[in-house]
C-alpha cells in the first residue's frame, strides 16, 4: 500500500441555496479542488450523496458529474452510506490511490436538500424502513432516544446539550461558508421549539445545500505539487445494526468505538496527540456520544466536559471548529467530506479565525443514520 | 498491486418475487456465495444497487444488508452506477484486495423493483433527469433512437433486432435461474406490442428482482480455498456524456470502447482470445452495439453476425450464454455481478447445459444508464 496525500480542497457556501442545482454545487466546489491541488487532470472521483434519487430525482449521478465537470470519460463512482457518504468517498478515493491504481482522484460529497422534496421522510430511508420508519420514528425521534437513555444512565443534563449548540455557532461565526452565522445563548437553546423530547430546534442540524471536493494523490504527485503536505495517516470504516432496537445500549455508539481503534492502532496514534476534532453533531446529542466513543473524554462525562469549555476554540481538546454540522449547516452527502476540508485547513494553518494553534494532527468522523456506519480519518500536516 | 480471485459465487432465481424483500434477496444471494467460497467470515462489503431509494424507500443499505447478514461491524459500502451498480460493486472489491487493505471481500448486487414503486420513473432516473427524463423520454426511447441510428447509418434489420431476443430466450430456456424460461420465434418478437419504435415488448428487458455476489479475494487465501481459482485479469471502468444530446454519434457506445481498451491491455488480451461473453443487452439493440465497441464484430456488422448465429451458443463467439438480460432477467442493480457469475460458471465448467467447451477467459460488459456508464472484467479460469 502506497502513502496518500490531499492536496487540494474546495467547498461551495452551505445553506439554503435556491438558485443552485445539484449539478451546480459539485462542478463549483470540484472546480475549487483540482484550482487549489493545482493539477490539470484527475484520473478517477468519487461521489458521495445520501439520495439525489430521492432528494431530486436523479440517480447515476457520478456519470452525470463527472460529464458536467468536463472530464473525457474517466471512471466515476457515487458511493452512499447515508450521511456518511462524504467521507466514505473520500475512503474510496484513499483506497483507489493506495492500491497504485491512480495517482490523482477527486472525491466528494453534495446533497440539493431544498428543492421540494419530501425531506423527512427522504432522510428517513437512512433508518430502517420495515422496523423504524414505518412506524412513525423519524431521525430526531431516533437521536431523542439516544439523549433520554444517555441523561438517565450517566445525568447529562439538558443544559449540557444546549453548550454543545452555543459552542457550534460560535465557532461558526468564524467561518464564511457556514449556513448559521450567529451566535445563540444557553437560553435560546433551551427556549426554542421541541422537536422531539428531550430534543429542541436548536438541537438539530438544519436542512442545507452544498458540495465539498479534494483532490488526493500519491506521495509523488504531492511532493511535486508544491503544495502544502497533508498525509492521510489512517481511513477507517465500521458498521452496526441499522435500527436502535436491535442495540444493547442506546447511550453508546459501538461504530464510531470500532473505526476509532482501527484509525488510532492505522495511524499509530492516540485521542491526547490529535489536535483538532471535526466530529458529525447531527444532533446536539450525537456529539456527547461521539467525544465519549473517540476517547476525548472519559464515557458518561462529556456532558461536563462541553459544559467546561474543554472543546471549545482555545480549549484543550477543540471540535468542531467549523461549526459543525450544526451551525455551518448539514448537507448530508457533502458533510463528511467538508469536515476533512476543515481538518485540512487547520493543518495548513489556512483557519483564519478558526485557527488552532500549531494543528498537526486532526482527525474527521462522519456517521450515517442513527450510528449504522461510521467513517474516520486521521490527517497529518507535514511542514 | 496483488492479484485478485474470486473463489465463491452465488444469486437468487431472478423474476417477480413477491414474497422476497430486499433485504431477503441480498442475504439469499450472499450467504451462498459465502457457502460457495467456503470461508468462515468476510472483512468488508460492496453493495450494488441503482435507487433502493426510490424503488423501496429505503437508503443506507450496506449497513443494513450487512447487519442482516450477521456481520460484525465490518466496512459495508454502497455504490450506484444505474444499471452499472452491480459491475461497479465487484470493482470496488477488486480495488480493497488489490490494495492490500482487506484479503476477503464480499460484493453483489441487489434490487427489489416489483413493490409497487413507480419503476418507469425510478428509472428514467439514470438518464439525465432535467434535460432528458423531464421532457418525457423514458429508456426504451432513448434505445429506440440509438436503434434507429444504427439502422440508418448501418442498415441494420428489424428482423436482426428480433434475432437478438430470440438468441438470449433460447440461452435462457437452459438456466434455472432466468426469468423467462421459453423460446420465442422471430415472428413473436417482430409482432409483440409497440414500445418506442422500432423497440418492441420482446426487445426489451423485463422488470426483475433478485441478487447476485461473489467472494473477491487475494491469491494466498484463494489458493488455500481448494475452489476452483478463476482470477481477475482486468477490471476496467469508463463513462460517457450522460445525455444523448451530447454524444457525437448515436449508433455508437464510447464508454463501452474505453472501458474495453482498457480492459484488454491491463489483462494483455484481445476480443479474440475471450471464449465467452456477457453483455449488457437492456435492449436488443444495445448487444448489438456493444460486440461492436467490443471488438467482437466489426462497426456495423453485428446484426449480421447476430443472423449468421456466431453469437449464439456452439457458435464461433458465445454471447449471453446465461440468457442475458433479456432472458434472465435485470434486477438492474444485480445485474452486472450476476454476469460475472455467469462467466465463473463457465470458467469452472459449471454452467450445465449451457456450457462453452473449454472456456478459459470470460469478459462481463455491464452498462448505466444509455452507456453514460460502463465497466468490464475479464476473467481467466486458472486449472
Redesign the interface.
Known amino acids: ?1 502506497r502513502d496518500v496525500y490531499i492536496i487540494g480542497v474546495g467547498m461551495t457556501k452551505f445553506g439554503e441555496l435556491w438558485d443552485k ?1 445539484l449539478r451546480d454545487l459539485f462542478v463549483e466546489a470540484s472546480l475549487q479542488a483540482i484550482e487549489n491541488a493545482d493539477v490539470d487532470h484527475i484520473q478517477s472521483m468519487y461521489v458521495g450523496a ?2 439525489a ?2 432528494f ?9 458529474l ?2 458536467y465537470l468536463g ?1 473525457e ?10 450521511c456518511a457518504s462524504g467521507g ?1 468517498a473520500v475512503r ?1 478515493g484513499y ?2 490511490v ?4 491512480s495517482d490523482i482522484v477527486l472525491a466528494g460529497g453534495v446533497e440539493k436538500m431544498n428543492d421540494g422534496a419530501d425531506v423527512t ?2 432522510l428517513a ?6 422496523y423504524e ?1 414505518f412506524h412513525g420514528v423519524t431521525f430526531p425521534g431516533l437521536y431523542a432516544m439516544i439523549a433520554r437513555a444517555h441523561m438517565e444512565k450517566y445525568g447529562t443534563t439538558r443544559e449540557q446539550l444546549a453548550e454543545v449548540a452555543v459552542k457550534n455557532h460560535e465557532h461558526g461565526l468564524k467561518n464564511p461558508n457556514a449556513q448559521f452565522q450567529m451566535a445563540i445563548s444557553r437560553d435560546t437553546v433551551m427556549k426554542s421549539t421541541m422537536v422531539a423530547d428531550p430534543l429542541r430546534l436548536l438541537d438539530c442540524s438544519p436542512v442545507t445545500d452544498g458540495a465539498a471536493a479534494v483532490i488526493i494523490c500519491s506521495e509523488d504527485v504531492a511532493k511535486k505539487s508544491g503544495r502544502p503536505l497533508v498525509k492521510l495517516r489512517a481511513s ?8 436502535l432496537h ?1 442495540r444493547k445500549d442506546l447511550a453508546s455508539l ?2 464510531v468505538a ?1 473505526a476509532a481503534k482501527k484509525a488510532y492502532k492505522d495511524a499509530d496514534t492516540k485521542p491526547e496527540d490529535i489536535d483538532v476534532f471535526e466530529v458529525h453533531d447531527c444532533f446536539t446529542i450525537a456529539e456527547l456520544v461521539v467525544i465519549e466513543e473517540l476517547g476525548i473524554v472519559e464515557r458518561g462525562k462529556s456532558g461536563a466536559a462541553v459544559e467546561a469549555g474543554i472543546t471549545r476554540l482555545g480549549g484543550k481538546i477543540p471540535v468542531n471548529t467549523s461549526g459543525g454540522l450544526k451551525s455551518k449547516g448539514h448537507p448530508v452527502g457533502a458533510t463528511g467530506t467538508a469536515q476533512i476540508i476543515e481538518i485540512v485547513e487547520q493543518l495548513r494553518g489556512d483557519a483564519g479565525d478558526r485557527q488552532v494553534t500549531d494543528a498537526r494532527l486532526g482527525l474527521a468522523q462522519n456517521m ?2 442513527s450510528g ?2 461510521c467513517v474516520i480519518h486521521i490527517l497529518e500536516g507535514i511542514s
Open positions: 500500500m442545482s445520501m439520495s434519487g430521492l431530486v430525482g436523479q440517480e447515476h449521478i457520478a456519470s452525470l463527472s460529464d472530464n470519460g474517466i471512471p466515476a463512482t457515487h458511493v452512499e452510506s447515508a466514505i474510496q483506497i483507489e493506495a492500491s497504485g491504481i421522510f427522504a430511508t437512512a433508518s430502517d424502513q420495515e420508519a477507517s470504516q465500521a458498521t452496526d445494526y441499522l435500527a436491535s459501538p461504530s470500532r450515517g443514520g449504522g456506519s
